[in-house]
């Protein structure tokens, strides 16, 4: 952990030892917003009089902000600080969440899915910052680890519980409980989340310095590297993800409530495999383990491509290779994101 001397700080910084936990939390806003409401498909085609093509572009209209703004949360922290970025993140969130609720078709919907996203992923990019300002070496790698496994409870609890919610209270009330989970954790942040950038260390919000950092951040090869693994590793389990309503209720003949078929093998894998970057940390060098970690992911592709390619789709055999996949990319990625 970095000291009070280490820092330009005048204070020293005082942090919660629950400092993991909360981004962790922070973390997992965004694989809620994303998962929570995919077991309710079927219904929001009904009820909101969209085709199934419709709906599931209201994904699309949550991860394409999602994807942008992650290039921005980062540079908007540097300027304004982390704290104060993901409370009005957080903020809203919850807003944003109501209005999905509320929406009397889909196009409404896409709309406020499109605000979710711009504000859902603050979380998980300014948490890793916290991490950065707060740790470093191999303590950084071990708090990365144990917010990963933390954060992948997530995906395994966000569809089972809105399966429950769809069943009992319709798919609205999936979204309504999208913004209680967000108000919770926005008033944990409230109390509990100290600012870890003094002004000192902050960097003007200006277009032209962002333009040229941005620019000399594209040419370095070092970060295109860790950038594209992380992003290539994820797109695989997304495509998974992506494809969930139509993969376990369609070809796998699932109900509503058994989405876990999917979502606790893969957030299962990627906690051993975070669990196993954490015992590794200090021990085995991170490049190395990165080695170990994409020798499990095209194991398990292999063996995917194998069965699927003699045998129709069927439990637990679809399945059982996004296990050993995760494991891979959950041992890998602590490594890469400090690379």
Not at 125 to 135: E, Q, S
Not at 150 to 177: E, Q
Not at 185 to 205: A, D, G, I, M
Request: net charge positive; aromatic share 12%.
């Amino acid at each position: 952990m970095r000291s009070a001397s280490q820092s330009n700080d005048s204070s020293p910084l005082l942090v919660p030892r629950s400092l993991p936990l909360l981004i962790a939390a922070l973390s997992m806003v965004g694989p809620f917003a994303i998962d929570t409401y995919l077991p309710s498909f079927r219904e929001m085609e009904t009820s909101l009089g969209a085709s199934a093509l419709e709906v599931q572009q209201s994904l699309t209209a949550f991860l394409l902000p999602f994807a942008l703004m992650s290039l921005w949360h980062g540079s908007i922290s540097d300027a304004l600080g982390r704290r104060r970025v993901i409370l009005i993140a957080l903020a809203l969130l919850a807003l944003t969440s109501v209005g999905c609720a509320l929406s009397p078709n889909i196009r409404v919907l896409w709309l406020f899915r499109a605000l979710q996203g711009m504000a859902a992923g603050a979380g998980m990019v300014v948490g890793r910052a916290v991490v950065r300002d707060v740790y470093e070496g191999a303590a950084a790698q071990r708090v990365m680890a144990n917010v990963t496994v933390m954060f992948t409870l997530a995906p395994a609890i966000a569809p089972f519980l809105g399966g429950w919610l769809h069943v009992w209270f319709g798919w609205r009330s999936v979204f309504y409980f999208l913004a209680l989970f967000a108000a919770a954790v926005l008033s944990w942040c409230v109390f509990r989340l100290p600012e870890t950038l003094h002004p000192e260390r902050r960097h003007s919000f200006h277009p032209a310095f962002l333009l040229q950092s941005y620019r000399r951040t594209l040419t370095d090869f070092r970060f295109l590297a860790a950038a594209f693994a992380g992003a290539f590793n994820f797109t695989a389990i997304f495509l998974y993800i992506a494809s969930a309503p139509v993969f376990l209720m369609r070809h796998l003949h699932l109900l509503e409530t058994q989405f876990y078929w999917l979502f606790l093998p893969v957030p299962a894998g990627m906690m051993l495999g975070a669990t196993l970057s954490g015992k590794l940390a200090g021990r085995v060098s991170p490049r190395r383990t990165v080695v170990f970690g994409y020798a499990g992911m095209i194991l398990a592709a292999a063996l995917n491509v194998a069965f699927h390619s003699l045998h129709r789709a069927q439990l637990p055999w679809s399945v059982a290779p996004l296990f050993l996949y995760t494991i891979g990319m959950a041992l890998a990625m602590p490594s890469i994101v400090l690379f």
